[in-house]
């Protein structure tokens, strides 16, 4: 092998362990919060063709066109009248883009993360949660959203926080639900609540049992002096393990609360209820057998409106 063949050999190896470490999911579910110190600042800067490719003002008009979607009134839905706090009705002002095919490592995902919702019954697993819950795109994306997390704190830098969150979305889409959900804070930080409670509607939407996004959106409904939905959302919340800690001051010790178990119990079947729906979309997607004469010329017809969205 001669010097330039070798000299190839070299930059290709090192071009293919840059693009393998942004797609590999991370495996650490414990990493300690503190690594946003050094990492995030450097590690979330995009590229020159990133930031070619990423217009943070298309990237406000998806998002926007996606949360106005169905968004003019309804009275009625399923032949049942909304109540009269518009809030109250969940999820009908979202309509989502399809979602994308469900991979091996996106099930292994969904299945650790319903084992951690288990373990929630009698001890505080929030925090692997959070952690399964920042890695889903593996460890950049992770960084950008610890890194967002730190211009948030910070009313002078709550632009370039939006800026970095949108990016994010960009390159995911919103079926990684953190950055929705991190977008959701920042807007009820500076008091667009409409937004802020339609990005939290999306969260839930996307996953139901997101304890985070059900305070949030409590919050949002205070904000908003909307005390009916506060209390239709608040009572949707992760309650207590201890069934009398309910109110300041709370305690660790006591009976268990039986509405937590409940709440685990609903939150483990809408987790398996939504890994069984991505299974079945993914065995149509490549053709299981059993659709081979199921579908009509009408199924035909509406596939067109199935088309997946530019911005998922």
Same mark, same amino acid.
């Given at each position: ?9 070299? %930059? ?11 797609? %590999?999911?991370? @495996? ?8 946003? +110190?050094?990492? =995030? ?43 009269? =706090?518009? %809030? ?23 299945? /650790?993360?319903?084992?951690?919702? @288990? ?28 890194? /967002? ?34 977008? !959701?804070? %920042?807007?009820?930080?500076? *008091? ?22 059900? =305070? ?34 709370? +305690?660790?010790? *006591? ?32 053709? !299981? ?24």
């Amino acid at each position: 092998m001669n010097r330039r063949t070798t000299i190839a050999a070299l %930059l290709f190896l090192a071009c293919w362990k840059h693009s393998e470490s942004s797609f %590999l999911f991370s @495996q650490r579910l414990f990493a300690p919060t503190s690594v946003v +110190s050094r990492q =995030s600042s450097s590690t979330c800067r995009t590229s020159k063709d990133d930031e070619n490719d990423f217009d943070v003002e298309t990237a406000r008009q998806n998002l926007d066109k996606l949360i106005k979607k169905g968004e003019e009134p309804k009275k009625k839905k399923e032949g049942k009248e909304y109540s009269v =706090s518009r %809030l109250i009705s969940p999820y009908y002002e979202i309509t989502l883009p399809p979602p994308p095919p469900m991979t091996a490592m996106e099930r292994d995902r969904r299945l /650790a993360e319903i084992k951690i919702i @288990q373990r929630l019954t009698d001890e505080d697993a929030t925090d692997d949660l959070w952690e399964l819950w920042f890695n889903e795109r593996g460890a950049t994306a992770r960084d950008g959203l610890k890194q /967002a997390d730190q211009l948030m704190s910070d009313p002078n830098t709550w632009k370039q926080c939006e800026m970095v969150l949108l990016n994010l979305l960009h390159k995911h889409g919103v079926y990684f639900v953190e950055p929705v959900n991190r977008l !959701a804070t %920042l807007y009820y930080l500076q *008091g667009r609540y409409d937004q802020s409670f339609k990005l939290c509607q999306v969260v839930l939407e996307l996953k139901p049992w997101h304890f985070g996004a059900l =305070s949030g959106i409590v919050a949002v409904c205070i904000g908003k002096g909307d005390r009916e939905a506060a209390r239709f959302w608040a009572d949707r919340r992760l309650p207590n393990m201890v069934a009398a800690s309910s109110f300041p001051p709370f +305690s660790d010790t *006591g009976a268990v609360n039986p509405r937590r178990k409940e709440w685990v119990e609903r939150a483990v079947h809408d987790a398996a209820e939504a890994l069984l729906a991505a299974e079945m979309r993914t065995a149509k997607s490549f053709g !299981a057998p059993e659709d081979y004469y199921s579908k009509s010329e009408s199924n035909t017809e509406s596939s067109k409106d199935d088309m997946p969205d530019e911005w998922q």
